[in-house]
């Protein structure tokens, strides 16, 4: 059940059936920060993985599979650090404008985790940071679009402000996508703000060549990697939150280092139930799952180095973030 690589590069994550995406950012006047909201159909299941040792992140412990809801009402990945994880309550006050969430006495609830990277100040002005206005608007541009839109790349939404290498190169937003044999879709979007580089460069230079970059006269490394992986098979909670982690080893296969003490990498998975997995008989529940979680770890890795790929090299007041060099697809 695999794919070719030409299949993967034209890849994105609405080609899951009922996923759409939207982005807001600014890159002037002291800003360079945004926001992005993934938008799943209703009654989308999803769960987390939270493997960074700093990550900013709001109502994930939602998403335990132990907890009462196990559906997600929409994504929020954004800049700002901490602070910018108040984009959620913006993207929540569509949701509830939509009636889209866990009904309760008098309206509804919506599930609306979301996480955030360090990008603070890169646009030369600290205080320049996402809002809830901001969230709102990514969260109405993602319901005004249409099935199966193209998904922006680049230095957009959560990307505007991601940065790799320690600062040296500019991280972006990627996007990817498979259709395993059975026809199941598992699509990724990856935003890249990572302390590490591209693999690629790993196996071309030796350790002592990340070393003198960590020598470099610059703050401490704060970053994350973010990703949403999305598939539109039937999974419950508790196996999108194996799918979560399994997508983990697409973002190590991607970067190194990850998942460090200075990275928030998080990983959420949504599951449309739109298509159900050959569950006959437990092994072959055992090897859908397999396949699947498998197959979400390559595109994972696939979004993460699109993104790399995509970037658009910055100058702002607080410094110049080239575009990492050579082809990394």
Not at 88 to 114: L, M, N, S, Y
Not at 153 to 181: E, F, H, P
Request: charged share 15%; net charge negative; hydrophobic share 40%.
């Amino acid at each position: 059940m695999e794919a070719t690589e030409e299949s993967r590069a034209k890849g994105k994550i609405t080609d899951v059936p009922g996923i759409r995406v939207g982005h807001q950012q600014k890159s002037d006047g002291g800003w360079l920060s945004g926001v992005t909201v993934v938008l799943p159909p209703a009654g989308t299941v999803g769960s987390v993985d939270v493997r960074g040792g700093g990550p900013g992140t709001h109502e994930t412990d939602a998403l335990d599979p132990t907890t009462l809801v196990s559906t997600v009402d929409a994504v929020v990945l954004t800049g700002g650090s901490a602070y910018g994880l108040v984009a959620a309550h913006g993207a929540q006050r569509w949701c509830e404008e939509q009636g889209r969430g866990f009904a309760v006495t008098g309206g509804v609830v919506p599930i609306v985790p979301a996480a955030a990277i360090f990008d603070l100040g890169r646009g030369g002005d600290f205080n320049a940071r996402p809002d809830a206005e901001m969230g709102y608007a990514a969260a109405a541009v993602a319901g005004s679009q249409t099935e199966g839109h193209d998904v922006e790349r680049g230095n957009v939404g959560a990307g505007t402000g991601a940065v790799m290498g320690r600062g040296k190169y500019k991280g972006a937003v990627g996007t990817a996508s498979v259709t395993l044999d059975n026809g199941v879709v598992i699509g990724a979007l990856a935003v890249v703000n990572a302390v590490g580089l591209p693999v690629v460069e790993f196996a071309e230079t030796t350790a002592g060549d990340f070393a003198g970059l960590n020598q470099r006269n610059v703050p401490p490394p704060l970053n994350t990697t973010l990703v949403v992986v999305a598939t539109d098979a039937v999974l419950d909670a508790a196996e999108c939150k194996r799918t979560a982690s399994a997508a983990h080893a697409g973002l190590a296969r991607a970067l190194n280092p990850s998942h460090t003490l200075a990275d928030g990498d998080t990983v959420f998975c949504l599951a449309t139930g739109a298509r159900g997995l050959d569950r006959s008989t437990e092994a072959a529940r055992q090897i859908s799952l397999f396949t699947l979680q498998s197959a979400a770890a390559d595109v994972v890795r696939v979004a993460i180095l699109d993104g790399v790929s995509s970037a658009q090299p910055v100058t702002t007041p607080a410094g110049e973030f080239g575009a990492y060099p050579g082809n990394v697809r």
